[in-house]
């Protein structure tokens, strides 16, 4: 499997392209600000044809380019249905006085074409499977996308802000809940091997493994860790994000 990604526009969320193998079918996953161009690059330099954009949510740095990258492409847009306001309205993902500030002159429309998610789907795209897991607490409609294992790949799973390397998405914007992240980290995270690798929305990539034996957040949710409240909030560490 080719993974191929890059941090988009000022708030540096990763964009992937996914595909079997070079010069096949490939999905785009969270084309952030500014993210047109380098899709471009990936596209022209492994020979792909995009057939779909992937968004584990709906928070405008994963959005940002969602519908100029659909339209110059012909291809649809996946998202939860609970997320799915925020295509049109980013500012609802923020306080109101933060909301108009960043967005208040920001308008941002749906693709022509969008489909919407639901936990346990299995998309066949691209030559690819990719299963959805609802994981709330970011925001309403976050998702994770994982892949089975291929030979002498182990399963991927795109994180969105849901997990990073060392650290967990905020919870303190509107429509978030640390304790249904928690619920999601516990569910969709810790329920997989220790191989899995860990593609998140911020940040560099990580296995479930690494993160199961030192992401302080998981170390709460893990039998015999140290237990008690979390050390840090979770609106702490380098790979916050929206």
Known sequence: ???????????????????????????IIDPGQDAEAGIDELLREHRLKPV??????????????VAPVCGAKDVPAYIHPDD????????????????????????????DDVKELADGAVLELAGLSFTVDH??????????????????????????????????GRT????????EILASLSRVCL??????????????ETTIGHERATNPFLLELVPGGPGGSSPMTSTDGPNKGF
């Open 1 to 27: 499997m080719l993974v191929a990604g890059f941090p988009a526009g000022s708030f540096e969320a990763n964009c992937y392209v996914v595909a079997p193998a070079a010069g096949e079918e490939c999905v």
């Open 52 to 65: 779909a954009v992937l968004l584990t949510h709906g928070h405008i740095d994963h959005v940002w380019s």
């Open 84 to 111: 799915r306001d925020l295509l049109t309205d980013p500012a609802k993902g923020f306080s109101l006085a933060a909301g108009q500030q960043l967005f208040g002159g920001l308008t941002l429309s749906e693709p």
């Open 135 to 168: 994981a709330p607490g970011h925001t309403p409609g976050s998702v994770t996308f994982r892949t089975p294992p291929d030979g002498q790949v182990p399963d991927v799973m795109f994180t969105g802000d849901l997990l990073f390397n060392g650290s967990i």
């Open 172 to 179: 303190d914007l509107p429509g978030g809940s640390y304790e």
């Open 191 to 204: 329920s997989r091997p220790d191989e899995t690798a860990v593609l998140p929305g911020h940040g560099p």
